[in-house]
């Protein structure tokens, strides 16, 4: 073997550095981990092999560079943050502590990241009857205790995941699979009005729409406006947005088509302490499984979920507050529960923070004001001041409820991370 020629050596091993780095950093930014967690454990991995690191984050790209005493080198990486798959985020955060620790070295780091990349996503049947089991759950926390109405909405959502799957493969668009799964929602709501099947089209419609909802990304924006991150922050939040359009549209559409029409206000059913608590539980595992988390941590989140939708429950039954108030309530709770375990599994936080609170997102009143608004616009100026009032009332709770929960989630998860830093740099100074 020849000797080590660090003029001749050195930029070779630049060179593998920062395809080492910048697969790591790809894997954890398009697979849901926060910026901040991102930039840090890149960070911490170029140290660990002799190097500095600087990662900048956009929507679509990474540019990671890599600097020594002999010079800088940088890459551009095409990286769509658009999917949440936990297992990948905790298999390469823990390759990048083994390197960093020192219980591992670049070449195997190399080739279990790349292992990683190929790791497939849960299977369809997982996947499908999970689905249908959160959406019926989901049911169950707004109010549908009928069984047949249950399992129109277990089979309507069911049957969208399943076409969510199939246009994977045929397409990659982003907006594709939201709004077809919606679409379908939509078709089957119209259909089970027509048919009399369930007098529920509100649940039967909108239930398996509500788990196609984007929370994470919405999370994850947040967190990144929290840290100035303005851009990549702002990008998600409006990917979120534009998905939550795309759902509505989807929704109305195939409701269209069936002749049928969302009604834009509705009844509000208490549920039973005990059922709510179930329900949630069910929602948060369904979550859990379109985020691909592992088997074995699926209990947590949903022990925090269950606890979460115990916290809104006893809130708004028992303390009469309003749903958003109940909201951050169970948010504050969650956040402050959720974050050092996110960490300590090397767990995206966005994904589990959602996961444990997803019973909570107000769906019903999103999509209610999308209908109402359709129904605004076909009647025009013969449209009732009630319709006009229950819009914004449906319009003004979902608002505040998605911002009680971004605030009660990214405001606990923020704090400790300042208080972590803070207790690390006295440490250091001692």
């Known amino acids: 073997?020849?000797?080590?020629?660090?003029?001749?050596?050195?930029?070779?091993?630049?060179?593998?550095?920062?395809?080492?780095?910048?697969?790591?950093?790809?894997?954890?930014?398009?697979?849901?981990?926060?910026?901040?967690?991102?930039?840090?454990?890149?960070?911490?991995?170029?140290?660990?092999?002799?190097?500095?690191?600087?990662?900048?984050?956009?929507?679509?790209?990474?540019?990671?560079?890599?600097?020594?005493?002999?010079?800088?080198?940088?890459?551009?990486?095409?990286?769509?943050?658009?999917?949440?798959?936990?297992?990948?985020v905790s298999a390469t955060m823990e390759v990048i502590n083994q390197v960093c620790e020192g219980r591992g070295d670049a070449a195997g780091a190399r080739s279990a990241l790349e292992a990683i990349t190929r790791f497939e996503p849960v299977s369809v049947v997982r996947f499908a009857s999970l689905a249908g089991a959160g959406a019926a759950a989901l049911g169950?926390?707004?109010?549908?205790?009928?069984?047949?109405?249950?399992?129109?909405?277990?089979?309507?959502?069911?049957?969208?995941?399943?076409?969510?799957?199939?246009?994977?493969?045929?397409?990659?668009?982003?907006f594709v699979q939201p709004f077809c799964a919606a679409f379908?929602?939509?078709v089957v709501g119209a259909i089970v009005v027509r048919w009399h099947l369930s007098s529920m089209l509100r649940l039967v419609a909108v239930c398996p729409c509500m788990v196609l909802v984007p929370g994470p990304h919405l999370l994850s924006g947040a967190m990144d406006f929290a840290?100035?991150?303005?851009?990549?922050?702002?990008?998600?939040?409006?990917?979120?947005?534009?998905?939550?359009?795309?759902?509505?549209a989807g929704l109305l559409l195939g409701l269209a088509l069936g002749g049928g029409s969302l009604p834009a206000?509705?009844?509000?059913?208490?549920?039973?302490?005990?059922?709510?608590?179930?329900?949630?539980?069910?929602?948060?595992?369904?979550?859990?499984?379109?985020?691909?988390?592992?088997?074995?941590?699926?209990p947590i989140p949903i022990v925090i979920g269950m606890l979460a939708h115990a916290s809104r429950w006893g809130a708004v039954s028992l303390a009469g507050?309003?749903?958003?108030?109940?909201?951050?309530?169970?948010?504050?709770?969650?956040?402050?529960?959720?974050?050092?375990?996110a960490d300590r599994l090397h767990l995206p936080f966005?994904?589990?923070?959602?996961?444990?609170?997803?019973?909570?997102?107000p769906g019903v009143f999103l999509f209610r004001m999308a209908g109402g608004m359709v129904d605004l616009v076909s009647l025009g100026p013969q449209a009732p001041?009630?319709?006009?009032?229950?819009?914004?009332?449906?319009?003004?709770?979902?608002?505040?409820?998605?911002?009680?929960?971004?605030?009660?989630?990214v405001v606990p998860r923020i704090l400790i991370e300042e208080f972590s830093l803070h207790r690390s740099q006295i440490s250091k100074d001692l």
């Open 227 to 248: 840290r100035a991150r303005i851009a990549i922050g702002l990008a998600r939040i409006t990917y979120a947005s534009l998905i939550t359009l795309t759902i509505c």
């Open 140 to 174: 169950v926390i707004f109010g549908a205790a009928h069984p047949l109405t249950l399992v129109l909405i277990a089979l309507s959502a069911g049957a969208g995941a399943c076409l969510r799957r199939w246009l994977a493969g045929i397409s990659r668009n982003l």
């Open 321 to 341: 507050a309003n749903p958003a108030a109940g909201a951050l309530i169970a948010c504050l709770v969650v956040g402050f529960i959720i974050t050092p375990i």
């Open 184 to 186: 379908l929602a939509g």
């Open 1 to 88: 073997m020849l000797p080590f020629d660090p003029k001749h050596d050195r930029p070779s091993l630049s060179a593998a550095t920062l395809d080492l780095i910048s697969i790591g950093a790809k894997l954890l930014f398009t697979n849901g981990q926060t910026t901040e967690k991102l930039v840090t454990a890149s960070e911490q991995l170029a140290g660990a092999l002799g190097f500095r690191a600087k990662i900048f984050a956009r929507w679509g790209e990474l540019t990671v560079c890599i600097e020594d005493n002999a010079g800088s080198l940088y890459k551009i990486v095409d990286a769509m943050p658009a999917g949440m798959d936990m297992r990948k």
């Open 265 to 298: 206000s509705g009844p509000s059913l208490s549920v039973p302490l005990g059922y709510d608590v179930i329900a949630a539980g069910v929602a948060v595992a369904a979550y859990g499984t379109f985020f691909d988390m592992p088997w074995r941590m699926l």
């Open 350 to 361: 966005a994904g589990l923070g959602f996961a444990s609170v997803v019973s909570l997102i």
């Open 385 to 409: 001041l009630a319709l006009f009032s229950q819009l914004i009332a449906d319009g003004t709770t979902a608002i505040l409820i998605l911002v009680a929960m971004t605030f009660g989630l």
